[in-house]
């Protein structure tokens, strides 16, 4: 069982490259959230897929864009990438019970962009 | 919008020293969670507190959740240097469906030998 796997583990862009950032999680979650997260800010979301088929936006969506590509797959594209986009990225998963509401987060991925 | 305001944002202490970590918003929240996080790894869930007024205990860990669901903290007894690292509260916002949740800013704890 690996859980939330992220790939990769770090990049480094040039402004106006882009690229996707993969997620996958192995627990048959239906929920899955992409986070970004800088020093000072906490974690801030970005997109989530409340369940399979659905994608909604977060707190800072802007020059982002997500594709749930099947239960276990939430992929994170960023088409232009921008200095202000250098981050952590999260990738969590959550079973969606109406008690927990705990999240199982990926190891992250480390984003720089020049 | 719901915020979460976290203090301190930054703790270094010596070990077996006791601190505490706080957690205020203006809005209500129907659960509160702590998750702690290590360098170069993502948050871990410690604990989940529902009730107003409910307190849990984690070994040298209590979390408490305010009467009114507006606010929690974090006390540790005897900080270890295995006690080092992010520690994030996270309120459940928006419908319980999404399962969307606002994070604080994070409190990085320092426990030296």
């Known amino acids: 069982n690996a859980g939330v796997t992220q790939t990769p583990k770090f990049q480094v862009l040039k402004t106006g490259q882009s690229m996707t950032l993969q997620c996958a999680q192995d627990m048959n979650h239906n929920s899955m959230y992409w986070y970004r997260q800088d020093p000072g800010m906490g974690l801030r979301l970005i997109y989530y897929?409340?369940?399979?088929?659905?994608?909604d936006k977060g707190e800072v969506p802007n020059g982002y864009n997500v594709s749930r590509l099947n239960k276990r797959e939430f992929s994170l594209r960023l088409e232009s990438a921008a200095p202000s986009q250098t981050s952590v990225y999260f990738c969590?998963?959550?079973?969606?019970?109406?008690?927990?509401?705990?999240?199982?987060f990926g190891p992250g991925t480390r984003l720089t962009v020049t | 919008t719901q915020l979460l305001e976290q203090s301190p944002q930054f703790l270094s202490i010596q070990e077996g020293e006791n601190l505490t970590v706080y957690c205020n918003s203006s809005?209500?929240?129907?659960?509160l969670q702590w998750y702690r996080q290590e360098p170069g790894e993502g948050p871990v869930l410690l604990v989940t507190v529902v009730t107003g007024g409910e307190v849990k205990k984690l070994k040298r860990l209590t979390f408490q959740f305010g009467d009114a669901r507006k606010d929690s903290s974090l006390h540790i007894t005897a900080a270890q240097p295995g006690d080092t690292g992010l520690y994030l509260c996270a309120g459940v916002g928006g419908s319980s469906n999404t399962g969307k949740l606002i994070f604080g800013q994070g409190t990085t704890l320092q426990v030296k030998p």
């Open positions: 969590a998963s959550r079973l969606q019970d109406r008690v927990s509401h705990e999240q199982y």
């Open positions: 897929s409340a369940s399979e088929g659905t994608t």
């Open positions: 809005s209500v929240f129907s659960s």
